[in-house]
């Protein structure tokens, strides 16, 4: 159960250090180096730490472990520190994703429910998180099935949905935050049929989930570290201010 965790984590050098943390209310933010990660944020307290809270300073790899924490909270700084790592400036550059400079600005041109209005006309299509504009993008083009837990709009579906609903999609968009809550390698085996892609500003930026059955990663790539920082510490607005939306795709074999 643990391997698209532990494959993340064993990516990561083992020389890079969290250099500035923040555990916010909303977010969670790592610094290691030039790389900027974050996570969204959940205020869990249903299980104790793994490590002492001492984070900064620490190997960041020994941090990105926090990811497999049963403390959401520790959790999510887990996935930031594996964020920092994976989707820093040239690391994706090495992957021919192009960081543009920093804008206060969203950058949607390489939003997946834009970029794939086409592809899913007529599909079973599923989405695991209520994200904005489904209901418009989505909705009028395809059989859209929306699975939210925590603020659940009408005609939205509860969690145990998805044994129902994955397998028999033809779409899967699952939230980054499946992550946290350990709910993604399940999610990802019930959709091996579908085409998936894991979406959110914390989905990791590399090849190494497409090894494991992710077929596109869309996330955020940080390009205003500072913007990023004041919105973990609730000094700025959405977080996708400080970014630029990527949706890297898995290479397919002719």
């Known amino acids: 159960m643990w391997t698209i965790y532990d494959s993340l984590i064993d990516g990561i050098d083992g020389s890079a250090t969290a250099d500035d943390i923040i555990l916010g209310a909303n977010y969670s933010y790592v610094r290691s180096g030039n790389g900027t990660g974050i996570s969204g944020a959940m205020d869990d307290t249903s299980r104790g730490a793994m490590i002492p809270r001492k984070y900064i ?66 599909k079973n299509v599923t989405v695991v998180g209520h994200f904005p504009y489904i209901d418009k993008l989505f909705a009028p083009v ?76 869309a996330g955020l790539a940080i390009r205003d570290g500072e913007f990023a920082r004041n919105a973990a510490l609730g000094l700025a607005g959405n977080i996708h201010g400080a970014g630029q939306k990527v949706n890297y795709l898995k290479v397919r074999k002719v």
């Open 57 to 122: 300073g620490m190997p960041l790899r020994e941090l990105a472990v926090c990811v497999k924490s049963w403390n959401f909270t520790e959790a999510s700084l887990g996935l930031a520190a594996i964020n920092s790592w994976y989707n820093e400036k040239e690391r994706l550059g090495a992957l021919g994703i192009s960081v543009s400079e920093k804008t206060k600005t969203e950058d949607r041109s390489n939003d997946p429910f834009i970029m794939m209005q086409k592809d899913i006309v007529g």
């Open 142 to 217: 395809c059989n859209l099935s929306v699975i939210e837990k925590f603020d659940p709009s009408d005609g939205d579906f509860p969690e145990q949905a998805a044994d129902y609903l994955l397998p028999e999609s033809d779409y899967v968009f699952i939230s980054s935050y499946t992550l946290v809550e350990k709910q993604f390698p399940r999610f990802l085996k019930l959709s091996e049929k579908a085409f998936v892609t894991l979406i959110g500003p914390a989905s990791p930026i590399t090849p190494v989930l497409h090894g494991l059955g992710v077929d596109a990663v």
